[in-house]
């Protein structure tokens, strides 16, 4: 079994940043593909970001050049930086792993004030 805890949310002003981490333990050796999804009120739940275990990232349009994924294998976490908010990042941020199944973490509130 696999457990994921999300820290980092909060409220932040438009042009701030903010960094959210995702620590995966358990019972396991690696972790393949991390990453970040969000869903805000009214909306479809969007990926975000996601990062093999090879370093391979992808990102959604609407993000980047503004956000960063990464990842410590040592840890199994797996980080978002995220620069230059705007009140179209508030949601709350998802960050899931793929080890034989997906798991999910509980979700962070992201709060993006103009």
């Known amino acids: 079994q696999v457990q994921l805890v999300e820290s980092g949310g909060g409220l932040v002003q438009a042009g701030g940043s903010l960094r959210l981490s995702c620590a995966a333990s358990?019972?396991?050796?690696?972790?393949?593909?991390m990453g970040w999804y969000r869903q805000a009120p009214g909306k479809q739940r969007e990926l975000v970001a996601r990062?093999?275990?090879?370093?391979?990232?992808n990102y959604a349009d609407s993000v980047k050049g503004r956000f960063t994924i990464s990842r410590d294998n040592a840890k199994n976490t797996v980080y978002l930086q995220m620069n230059s908010l705007k009140p179209e990042d508030t949601a709350v941020y998802y960050c899931?792993?793929?080890?034989?199944?997906?798991?999910w973490g509980q979700g962070t509130q992201v709060t993006v004030s103009s």
């Open positions: 358990g019972s396991i050796f690696s972790i393949n593909a």
């Open positions: 990062i093999s275990s090879g370093g391979s990232t």
């Open positions: 899931y792993c793929n080890y034989l199944t997906t798991y």
